[in-house]
């Protein structure tokens, strides 16, 4: 798994800035640099964390480059979000801040020198396995306009790396209980994170390939990832046990909606 394994922050020293987003982030200095800090207590609930660490270790598992993340203790420091309110002591995730990059690219002027062009279709494979509305959602979705403040690209050399980051609304627009009840999260055939500007970088080949890499990924794997939430940001074991499996079953179903939406319908080429 990625989370502490490249970068393992453990003291958070002060609070740098706080920003104005669903969960309220708060950009801290700790002793292994800048970062991004998501903790209990948050306007989106703890669920959202978990979503945000299970969203993160998959979109790593699917081949996609995502900032480096931790799992930190907030102990001693008392925070406080931009909206006035304190964040819970206990496990906290965050994201390394990164230098060089540029967000949002409606232009297209990052992608024609895009180091990986599969990982575009990479994106919208796994944006649409998770249901990840906070980068490009379906068109019938409730707020169906983009978020390119959600997509990110890192300047090395020349060229430009995607970035996936920000996973706190994927599988869920409720809680997870309530949104694995059923069927609709394996069933939903919308597709996600098709941004206009990425489908005339975008081929069938591509985008079949990166649907079977997401659908040969091994239950364990999900298992053990979603295994590895600390409890304190929920879900229960029962509901734990049915989101490993719809997210297997889902992985299994992503090509045929990707697919049947994005190239039979004609939308590549535009």
């Known amino acids: 798994m990625q989370c502490g394994r490249d970068w393992q922050p453990t003291v958070i020293k002060r609070v740098i800035d706080r920003y104005a987003s669903s969960t309220e982030v708060v950009q801290v200095a700790t002793d292994s640099g800048n970062a991004y800090l998501k903790g209990m207590g948050n306007r989106q609930g703890d669920e959202s964390l978990a979503c945000e660490l299970v969203g993160s270790e998959l979109a790593a598992l699917a081949g996609l480059t995502v900032p480096a993340f931790a799992v930190v203790e907030l102990q001693d ?21 990164q230098e060089k990059v540029i967000t949002g690219d409606p232009e297209g002027s990052c992608l024609v020198r895009l180091r990986n062009r599969s990982d575009l279709a990479l994106m919208i494979a796994f944006d649409t396995w998770v249901r990840n509305p906070d980068r490009c959602p379906p068109p019938n979705h409730l707020i169906p306009a983009p978020s390119r403040d959600n997509v990110m690209f890192r300047s090395i050399g020349g060229w430009f790396e995607l970035l996936a980051f920000d996973h706190t609304h994927c599988f869920t627009e409720t809680d997870l209980e309530t949104e694995l009840a059923g069927t609709y999260f394996v069933e939903d055939p919308g ?60 992985a299994a179903r992503v090509e045929e909606i990707v697919i049947s939406t994005i190239v039979n319908q004609g939308q590549l080429g535009l």
């Not at 008392?78 to 801040?97: K, V």
Request: glycine content about 8%.
């Open 77 to 97: 420091l008392e925070i406080e979000t931009i909206s006035g309110r304190r964040l819970h002591m206990g496990p906290a995730f965050l994201s390394q801040a």
């Open 191 to 250: 597709v996600y994170g098709a941004f206009p500007e990425f489908l005339p970088h975008v081929d069938e080949a591509g985008l079949r390939s990166a649907c079977k890499n997401i659908a040969s990924i091994d239950e364990g794997q999900v298992m053990a990832i979603i295994a590895a939430v600390p409890h304190p940001w929920g879900p229960t074991q029962a509901v734990r046990e049915r989101w490993t499996q719809q997210i297997i079953n889902r």
